[in-house]
């Protein structure tokens, strides 16, 4: 078993099973991810903490698994499955974790297990949940930069925002923000561009600032014209 030294932390006994630490406010959740990254194989005990029992074990563990998944996802990649079955989780910060985190492996993805679970991915786009759908928004931006082939199919998916069911209007409105810069990073490598430029421009008098903000960003990127849009 993997025991967590106290050269990674100031203020931590000189050996503790590694999982107890993470129930210490103290500890260094960056380290512990270094640290991993130079010892493989203390992921699969890291990967085993999702289902403590403990809360701060399960969100210091999704959140170490979250900073190796940026720098290394090839050492998660092998745990593709746990992450896949997080998106259903009941929990939803652990949900947001497995979002963000598959979005880093498809840039390892040669076996396109994320093509196959793309469609449950995408789903909370539609609604009813504003964070979810805006990490998944932003997860997919990551995925079709890594599968430019997919970048059909996830912005037509993208672009279901303006018809999504949120809590409120005004989450819908934020929505379409996210959609914006997402769609932003993608526009160049669809098939119909104009698909989008079409969404960006019924979205000139969006109610919430900080969208319409987002709108002029885009517009001055392409060097676009709505003088005319209605």
């Excluded at 985190?101 to 789903?123: A, E």
């Excluded at 990551?142 to 279901?160: F, T, V």
Aim: charged share 30%; glycine share 2%.
């Amino acid at each position: 078993k993997w025991y967590y030294k106290k050269e990674m932390t100031m203020s931590v006994d000189t050996q503790r099973p590694f999982i107890e630490v993470f129930s210490r406010k103290d500890t260094n959740l960056e380290k512990i991810a270094r640290r991993a990254v130079r010892h493989p194989d203390s992921i699969p005990e890291i990967i085993d903490g999702l289902s403590h029992d403990k809360t701060p074990v399960k969100y210091g563990c999704a959140k170490v698994l979250r900073i190796i998944a940026e720098t290394r996802p090839d050492l998660l990649y092998p745990h593709f499955t746990t992450f896949a079955r997080l998106l259903n989780h009941d929990n939803n910060i652990m949900k947001w974790e497995a979002i963000f985190v598959i979005s880093c492996l498809s840039v390892v993805d040669d076996d396109n297990r994320v093509n196959r679970i793309l469609k449950k991915y995408l789903k909370p786009i539609t609604g009813t949940m504003l964070i979810t759908a805006a990490n998944v928004i932003k997860g997919a931006a990551r995925i079709a930069e890594a599968k430019p082939k997919l970048s059909d199919r996830i912005a037509g998916e993208i672009l279901k925002v303006e018809q999504a069911h949120y809590k409120s209007p005004d989450c819908r409105n934020i929505a379409i923000g996210h959609a914006i810069t997402s769609l932003d990073k993608m526009v160049n490598r669809v098939k119909k561009p104009e698909e989008i430029i079409r969404f960006v421009e019924r979205q000139l008098q969006n109610p919430w600032p900080a969208t319409r903000k987002k709108v002029e960003k885009f517009i001055k990127k392409h060097q676009l014209d709505f003088t005319n849009a209605s």
